[in-house]
């Protein structure tokens, strides 16, 4: 056995080259991105909520890996079922036989999500919804999706083709043969539907791209509407699912809402292992795997891998022990209204929107003359400045990481640990009130970072 390979030492030997490494042999763009704005951090260590730099200064994780980490990083559970995997030796992947952990991950998934029988699993949010798209096109024998303008279901090609952002479309086309809707607008999905050849409606309960949720009775209608025409609703949890909204799925908020498929996907990896899952009901199934011979007609390499359904098994048992999904309903409950209750107090802020742990901060055109100037000033260069402008002081000033929700947007998307409690929430909107005292009451320095911005736009065109 070979002993040449040691990981300690090479990450101490080239830990040192981070962002060399990644101008050099990866996305060149990622490290330019964060030295411009000053998130260009050395992260050495990090547990739960928080993660440290090479400083030792503590930061507060509001943006949980875009969700994935949603019991926080290195849950203790979770790491000790993949050390006692790795360690069982187990014969994984054989392709040729039926592991017990892929059927009691389904068995547990399924046992939270009502009215959904069978499990096809995968290896990420993307690779779920494609599953969907695939599955609903076959079982309906009818080639069109329908999806949401705004929405994000992934960057593979049929991913793409019901991704409602043109920035991450363009160049890419032709995509699958698919049309958008307006979230909540029945009336177009009702127009769509009645020409016949309509698959499925692919839909987020909650918008990830600005924290858009679906108006009260919408999805109850627009299932109805769907099965009338012999269309199925495929609801996409893989941000909003495993108690992210403060229900375990986001649909749930809804009485009667029954998807015929859920993606699920990032929460359900702990963090470790790339899982994601596509649950259906039983006859979507029956008919895609119809027969011995189409015993393999969908399937994944890596999906069902021992490991991935260790740290799924793992993280729905501490999601259940650990009262996961209350503390998000109550700890967002908290700071969504801590968060709102300054509206009134400062007038470049907007509005504050979401449920439970997942909300979204808008900004808009103040009243003063002062603060309009300068709002105009960067909407004239580009939109989602000023978001950008207080997500920046947010990480060098208060060590609090976030993110803008989407490009050209004036929008902060809080998505944090699914864990954190009233001390992070006290954190956090201290030092949001901080900023927001800097931008109101003119703050050179926050404003000739506006400033930078602006001319990094133009030079951007």
């Not at 101008?23 to 990622?30: D, P």
Request: hydrophobic share 45%; proline share 4%; with cysteine.
């Amino acid at each position: 056995m070979s002993d040449g390979f040691d990981l300690a030492k090479l990450l101490e030997e080239r830990a040192g080259e981070r962002y060399e490494l990644h101008a050099r042999h990866l996305n060149h763009q990622l490290p330019r991105m964060l030295r411009t704005i000053g998130f260009d951090r050395v992260y050495e260590r990090a547990e739960g909520a928080y993660f440290w730099d090479d400083e030792g200064g503590d930061y507060l994780d509001m943006l949980s890996g875009f969700g994935v980490m949603g019991l926080g990083r290195h849950h203790p559970v979770v790491r000790k079922a993949l050390h006692d995997v790795i360690d069982a030796s187990l014969a994984d992947l054989t392709r040729f036989d039926c592991p017990p952990l892929p059927g009691l991950l389904a068995e547990k998934l399924l046992a939270h999500s009502p009215h959904l029988d069978r499990v096809f699993f995968c290896n990420s949010g993307t690779e779920a919804v494609e599953t969907a798209l695939k599955f609903a096109r076959y079982a309906t024998g009818r080639p069109r999706i329908l999806y949401c303008g705004h929405a994000f279901h992934g960057l593979t090609a049929g991913s793409l083709s019901v991704n409602g952002e043109a920035g991450f479309r363009d160049g890419f086309t032709p995509l699958l043969p698919d049309t958008a809707v307006e979230l909540g607008d029945l009336a177009a999905l009702e127009r769509e539907l009645a020409r016949g050849d309509v698959a499925g409606f692919v839909v987020e309960p909650i918008q990830g791209k600005g924290v858009h949720e679906a108006p009260p009775g919408f999805l109850p209608a627009a299932q109805q509407l769907l099965h009338r025409h012999g269309a199925l609703l495929i609801a996409d949890e893989v941000q909003t699912g495993l108690g992210r909204t403060g229900d375990f799925y986001a649909y749930q908020h809804e009485d009667g809402v029954e998807p015929d498929l859920v993606c699920v996907a990032k929460a359900l990896s702990g963090g470790y292992v790339p899982v994601g899952a596509t649950l259906g009901k039983e006859w979507i199934f029956r008919k895609v795997y119809s027969s011995m011979d189409r015993v393999l007609v969908h399937s994944a390499s890596f999906g069902s891998n021992a490991q991935a359904m260790a740290a799924g098994l793992a993280v729905l048992s501490v999601i259940e022990d650990e009262q996961v999904v209350a503390n998000a309903r109550a700890t967002g409950d908290l700071l969504r209204t801590r968060l709102a209750a300054l509206v009134d107090r400062y007038e470049l802020l907007h509005e504050v929107r979401g449920r439970g742990l997942m909300i979204g901060i808008e900004f808009g055109r103040p009243s003063s003359l002062k603060l309009r100037g300068r709002w105009t000033m960067l909407q004239a260069a580009r939109r989602g400045l000023f978001a950008q402008m207080v997500v920046v002081p947010l990480l060098q000033r208060h060590r609090i990481l976030t993110q803008v929700s989407g490009d050209r947007l004036e929008v902060i998307k809080l998505i944090p640990p699914l864990i954190i409690g009233e001390r992070e929430v006290d954190r956090f909107v201290a030092a949001f009130t901080a900023v927001m005292d800097d931008a109101h009451d003119g703050s050179a320095l926050m404003w000739d970072f506006g400033k930078t911005l602006v001319k990094q736009a133009i030079a951007g065109r």
